[in-house]
């Protein structure tokens, strides 16, 4: 059955099903967790571990627990994360049998939510699974290492692509142009047409209606031999980032580049 550690050394006298608890019954939810003067102002998941900060309620440590549970960071709990939870609190039936215990607190096929979670936790019936505050705080502690090597590994991957991106990213002026213009370029046809180059004119700045847009759009091509229809060419693209007259959209490199990777993404 899944007895919580703490009561395995007064066993029931009667064999509790897999989420009973015992009779006798924890002490209200702590409004509070202990503080410690030492604790820095940090409640992430290492300042939960050491020790509550000043204001870290009970109800921020059942968020922190989850977290650290979530391996794969979806917000939900499936079978085999809430398992290591079960596992915690007194659990140490088969496969088969958490298969059936955890179809019985979570019947669909999308997990446990935080909310429910902080259900079960907070829960002193038979169909609870109660927690008192230090035995929540020692889950964390235990579960603290693994969570500390899944961000670092996050943290590499994150450093890895980012790197990457870095490297293929355009590096003179005239890439960046041709780069951008090509994102931009949705349909392939070497052309920006109005709908194309207003998603570059909003990031911009633009912030007129559909009607007035139009109007700025063919005001564009004024003075050249081309059409609105035909769309901006890469010639004319070139010609408007670098334009830094008011018939112009003049953009530094550093604008170029962050529009590159906003509309790479």
Same mark, same amino acid.
């Not at 002490?27 to 702590?30: G, M």
């Not at 050491?50 to 440590?61: I, Q």
């Not at 920006?192 to 180059?197: K, Q």
């Given at each position: 059955g899944l007895l919580k550690p703490s009561q395995q050394a007064e066993p029931p006298t009667t064999t509790p099903a897999s989420w009973q608890q015992m009779d006798t019954q924890p002490?209200?939810?702590?409004p509070r967790v202990e503080q410690n !003067? #030492? #604790?820095s102002a940090d409640s992430g998941l290492h300042t939960a571990v050491?020790?509550?900060?000043?204001?870290? $309620?009970?109800?921020? @440590?059942l968020n922190a627990v989850f977290r650290a @549970?979530?391996?794969d960071e979806d917000g939900r709990l499936n079978m085999q994360e809430m398992r290591v939870f079960a596992g915690r609190i007194g659990f140490d039936g088969s496969d088969g049998e958490w298969s059936d215990e955890f179809g019985a607190i979570c019947p669909d096929d999308k997990g446990i939510s935080p909310e429910l979670f902080k259900q079960l936790a907070n829960d002193t019936s038979d169909e609870g699974c109660y927690c008192t505050t230090d035995e929540l705080r020692t889950i964390l502690r235990d579960l603290f290492p693994k969570v500390r090597a899944r961000r670092e590994t996050t943290a590499a991957a994150e450093a890895a692509a980012a790197a990457a991106a870095a490297a293929a990213a355009p590096q003179s002026r005239p890439e960046l142009v041709r780069r951008l213009f090509e994102v931009c370029d949705r349909d392939g046809d070497q052309r @920006? #047409?109005?709908?194309? *180059?207003?998603?570059?004119a909003d990031a911009i700045g633009f912030e007129g209606e559909d009607q007035q847009w139009e109007v700025e759009? !063919? !005001?564009l091509f004024d003075g050249r031999s081309e059409r609105p229809e035909a769309g901006i060419s890469f010639?004319? *693209? $070139?010609? @408007?980032?670098?334009?830094?007259s008011e018939s112009g959209c003049y953009c530094t490199d550093e604008e170029l580049s962050t529009l590159y990777a906003k509309f790479s993404r």
């Open positions: 002490p209200p939810v702590e !003067a #030492n #604790n050491a020790a509550m900060p000043p204001g870290f $309620s009970r109800d921020d @440590l @549970l979530d391996e @920006l #047409n109005c709908r194309e *180059f207003r998603r570059f759009y !063919a !005001a010639q004319i *693209f $070139s010609e @408007l980032v670098d334009d830094m």
